[in-house]
């Protein structure tokens, strides 16, 4: 065999001479089947994204959000409700298996395994089969979650009166009071505003402290309280002079004076 141009040597005949590298097929060659993830793609995915934000928002803006009266520790035929997503959890906690003795198995234990199931569906089964029917565990697993939350769901709302709960709970906004005008440039005031302002709010509404409008004091009552302290409120709050404190005590007795005219 003469040596010359175009003479390969190979140590197996099963091996070819010139191995071509592979590179994937562009994605134009598949016409109307695939398209390139940036921009196209990602490009829908925001636009559905932002359709459906904006369609949130617009519902949120027509039907906001029911709101209830404000709590009240003594009302002992108030039923406390989770909000719809945690409803199913709520009717768990109702069989004897998960309350009681058994509450860390109804609240940590079963849902704990039921989300870390769907986690773990993906690794548990790793076929590349796309049919439901060719995935029976991960399909098994979904459906089962899925008719566990409609079904629990549908228990723990079934049994709520919910036009009935509406009604008891409508929302009850605290009465403001009568509007009163505090004379921010009295001596009066400038020894509240030293001493009281920070617990009582600067028009005296109550802030830390309760609102000092509506109160019946009188002057040395007043005095009293600001040296001695009354419930919550400790002794020595009050730094100043006898006439700075009759100055106190005349202030907030002229503005009840003045709420209890305009009622």
């Known amino acids: 065999m003469k040596r010359g141009k175009g003479m390969k040597f190979v140590g197996d005949s099963r091996v070819p001479a010139e191995k071509n590298k592979f590179i994937p097929k562009d994605y134009s060659e598949y016409p109307g089947r695939t398209e390139p993830f940036w921009p196209n793609f990602l490009l829908k995915e925001w636009l559905v994204g932002a359709v459906f934000l904006v369609g949130f928002l617009c519902l949120t803006i ?14 002992a035929s108030y039923l406390p409700l989770p909000d719809w997503y945690f409803l199913f959890l709520y009717q768990l906690l109702k069989y004897k298996f998960a309350s009681g003795p058994f509450f860390v198995l109804g609240a940590i234990v079963i849902p704990g395994l039921a989300f870390g199931a769907l986690f773990l569906a993906p690794f548990l089964d790793r076929g590349k089969e796309r049919r439901p029917h060719k995935r029976p565990i991960t399909v098994s697993l979904m459906l089962l979650s899925i008719i566990a939350v409609f079904w629990l769901t549908y228990e723990a709302a079934a049994h709520v009166d919910w036009e009935e709960k509406a009604a008891n709970n409508k929302p009850e906004w605290p009465d403001s009071g009568p509007s009163v005008e505090i004379d921010k440039e009295s001596e009066g005031y400038a020894v509240y505003e030293n001493n009281c302002l920070s617990c009582h709010g600067g028009n005296l509404e109550g802030q830390a402290g309760p609102t000092l409008i509506g109160i019946d004091y009188s002057a040395d009552e007043i005095k009293d309280i600001a040296q001695n302290g009354i419930g919550n409120m400790p002794a020595g709050q009050f730094q100043g002079s006898d006439e700075e404190l009759q100055q106190l005590a005349d202030f907030i007795v002229s503005v009840n004076e003045q709420a209890s005219s305009e009622e």
């Open 62 to 75: 027509a039907h906001p959000a029911p709101l209830e009266k404000m709590a009240d520790p003594t009302d």
